[in-house]
């Protein structure tokens, strides 16, 4: 039976084509908002970090109705490093809208969440967004999505897909582009007419497959997902089970159920096939699991989620400053926050060590460990961080692997010979490249995870800010050999105190400074990059001796370069495998493993 008042969509895409601004202009125009509400813009992104940074994070569930038609919207995360999301959300729709920059054309993540779409079979609504661009060029981009649909083996049936023209930033979608351009409509029409409506047996027992978690403060977990046979109702009691862990069976009781209605959650008492809700008040519940009637239990089969290919070590802050700045300091407050943000991150991992002050931390990259450092520091976390690290696996025969990445790279033709040369130095192989047109060259390279980690300041400083660079994991291949990270060392605090001009003035000549004059310092912390390959102990709380001739202040005014003020994927970037990032609410402050000096050059010396 199918259930002709609904459909079920993915939006999904490359970072950055438009997905989230295409929502919202379907919340909008499907009367989601009232007349005069004010509504702010990427209203999807509900999270700080996802306004700021203008990338989707979580994948988020919004339904709108048009024509007496529920359609339910799924705006799934654009980045690599959250692929986990989307290859989950896929599960519970019945077709996917695929953003396309008019522009850009196909890009990395574009494949991948194509190929995810297309094993699925999935059929797939072709929108060419930013129709509105200058450089727009959507003729030849249809025609290399096309040749994407082909390299994916597409079947005959995909790859007669429906092509939709749209600009989401003006409002409006065209099913040609001669049309004269209005409103949302075109669109609307072809996710009815072409996304099929769900099917399933609502006689048959229960089975809802859980494809996301929320967690709210109050409720605890909430699991979100598609009912597939049957009917759920308040109060009834069900089974979770898993199809991945037999031995999961635990009875539970349905206390609330929920379906979407444009941003909100609304209480409702049944739900029957095709509905996506979300179930709260069972607290072991998690991705994967199945709910299911008790006399039946059928759990439904699940992909295995991406392997995380990065790890760090998130440790207990111990430097002289530690405690002073944030809520949370402690081992207890640290394990708690890691375990709970496993509760709705499937992509992580958190493993204990033999110390009780320190967690190895898993994820798909350095954005997505990033991410999830940045959110417990705006939290009140204080804590350290060390080098991120691929993982690397051994093969049976003991033979050393580690994660490959695709890089693609696109730059001005002027700076492609030295984006060659120091992608080579990392382990890069090139291995096409061709012009883009409008004086761009396009490189793709095969290069291992680790040679990308601390790529992308030097990345963007190469290009003066005009490269693009889009990775995709690859697969895991033979070791490729050793890389030197940094060919410059670290100027290190020689005594704890504050810094002073005249200090920094002395050691602003041997490189570039991380601090101002003022910032409290300890023995041990970085406060700049030396110019040389070796790390330089300065006394930057130096003041100037007072002479009977002379003033202490009576010299011109010293001149400071200004500090280099780093961000925290520049901090993650730039520390060594000896050092720490110290990370409070406050303040970053990178630090050397060892801070005494006489201890640190021991250690170096063995």
């Known amino acids: 039976m199918k259930r002709e008042n609904i459909r079920n969509i993915a939006i999904i895409a490359h970072v950055d084509h438009g997905k989230t ?39 988020k569930n919004t339904a709108v109705s048009y024509q007496n038609v529920k359609i339910n919207i799924i705006d799934t995360p654009g980045h690599a490093d959250f692929g986990g999301e989307v290859e989950r959300v896929l599960k519970m729709v019945n077709g996917v809208i695929l ?69 989401a930033k003006n409002g409006y979608a065209v099913l040609n582009l001669e049309e004269e351009p209005e409103n949302m409509a075109p669109l609307f029409e072809t996710i009815i007419n072409y996304i099929p409506a769900p099917a399933g047996e609502p006689e048959k027992p229960l089975q809802i497959l859980i494809s996301t978690i929320d967690y709210n403060e109050y409720v605890g977990r909430i699991g979100i997902g598609k009912v597939d046979n049957g009917t759920i109702n308040v109060n009834q009691e069900a089974l979770l089970v898993n199809a991945h862990d037999a031995s999961k069976q635990k009875r539970v009781k349905i206390s609330k159920l929920y379906e979407f209605e444009g941003l909100n959650k609304v209480e409702i008492k049944e739900a029957t096939i095709g509905s996506i809700i979300a179930i709260s008040g069972i607290a072991d519940i998690h991705i994967g699991d199945t709910v299911c009637s008790v006399e039946a239990p059928l759990p439904i089969p699940f992909q295995k989620i991406s392997e995380p290919t990065i790890g760090m070590y998130f440790i207990v802050n111990d430097s002289p400053f530690a405690g002073k700045e944030g809520k949370f300091v402690t081992s207890r407050h640290l394990r708690e926050r890691l375990f709970k943000e496993l509760n709705t991150d499937v992509s992580l991992r958190v493993e204990e060590t033999d110390s009780t002050e320190s967690f190895k931390v898993s994820g798909r990259g350095e954005l997505h460990l990033s991410v999830l450092i940045e959110n417990m520091r705006r939290e009140g976390y204080e804590f350290s961080v060390s080098k991120a690290e691929v993982l690397y696996k051994k093969d049976e025969r003991g033979k050393l692997s580690e994660p490959m990445e695709k890089a693609y790279i696109d730059v001005p033709d002027e700076f492609t010979g030295i984006i060659i040369e120091k992608l080579s130095q990392r382990k890069g192989e090139l291995q096409t490249m061709f012009p883009t047109g409008s004086g761009y060259t ?34 895991y291949g033979s070791y490729k ?25 002395n050691a602003q000549e041997r490189g570039s400074l991380f601090i101002g004059p003022g910032e409290k310092v300890y023995a041990g912390m970085v406060i700049g ?78």
């Open 481 to 505: 050999g050793d890389i030197q990270y940094r060919k410059q060392g670290s100027l290190i605090a020689f005594e704890t105190g504050e810094a002073i001009a005249y200090g920094l003035y």
């Open 99 to 167: 953003v396309v920059d008019a522009f850009e054309g196909p890009m990395p993540q574009t494949k991948f969440v194509l190929r995810k779409a297309l094993e699925l079979d999935l059929p797939v609504i072709v929108c060419i967004n930013k129709i509105d661009r200058p450089e727009a060029r959507p003729n030849d981009v249809i025609d290399e999505v096309l040749e994407l649909f082909i390299d994916l083996n597409a079947k005959a049936e995909q790859l007669d897909c429906p092509f939709v023209f749209a600009s």
């Open 529 to 606: 990059q030396n110019a040389k390959t070796e790390d330089i102990e300065v006394n930057v709380c130096k003041k100037k001796q007072l002479t009977n001739t002379r003033a202490s202040g009576s010299d011109e005014a010293l001149r400071l370069t200004p500090k280099n003020d780093l961000t925290l994927e520049q901090c993650l970037e730039f520390i060594d495998t000896d050092e720490l990032l110290e990370i409070t609410p406050k303040n970053l402050r990178i630090r050397k493993k060892i801070l005494d000096p006489t201890l640190r050059k021991r250690a170096g010396r063995n």
């Open 21 to 59: 601004t295409l929502v919202d202009e379907l919340l909008k125009q499907s009367g989601v908002f009232r007349e005069n509400q004010e509504v702010m813009e990427r209203v999807m992104d509900s999270n700080d970090i996802e306004r700021e940074r203008g990338i989707t994070i979580l994948s």
């Open 442 to 475: 396009r490189l793709e390279f095969s290069i291992p995870s680790r040679g990308l980690i601390g790529y992308r300041g030097e990345f963007l400083t190469d290009t003066k800010g005009n490269g693009i660079m889009n990775t995709v994991f690859d697969d």
